[in-house]
């Protein structure tokens, strides 16, 4: 059975910085290409950088700069560091990947970034 937790969210000031963390348990992770989304109250989720299965990665135009996208196979883990951080970047975050026709999402982690 496929499962995805995440963690690491919280509360930031303005300019500070946050380490999100998937792990993925049930044999997918070496196989799959994974992504970062988020949703923000009101929002509809939006797609923040995808990874694929080989480590090429790719960051949305309102982060680029500020987040990267990583993966450790050896810990079935992926990554979104997050610097800069602005009030805009509120959210929860959700890790996602995607096997065949099948969605798999973690139940989120609330990032929250003061003014």
């Known amino acids: 059975q496929v499962q995805l937790l995440e963690s690491g969210g919280g509360l930031v000031q303005t300019g500070g910085s946050l380490r999100l963390s998937c792990v993925v348990s049930?044999?997918?992770?070496?196989?799959?290409?994974m992504d970062w989304y988020r949703q923000a109250p009101g929002k509809q989720r939006e797609l923040v950088a995808v990874?694929?299965?080989?480590?090429?990665?790719d960051v949305a135009e309102a982060v680029k700069g500020r987040f990267t996208i990583s993966r450790d196979s050896a810990k079935s883990t992926l990554y979104l560091q997050m610097n800069s951080l602005k009030p805009e970047d509120t959210a929860v975050y959700y890790c996602?990947?995607?096997?065949?026709?099948?969605?798999?999402w973690g139940l989120g982690t609330q990032v929250t970034v003061s003014s």
């Open positions: 996602h990947t995607r096997k065949g026709l099948i969605d798999y």
């Open positions: 049930g044999g997918l992770f070496r196989v799959t290409g």
């Open positions: 990874i694929t299965s080989s480590g090429s990665t």
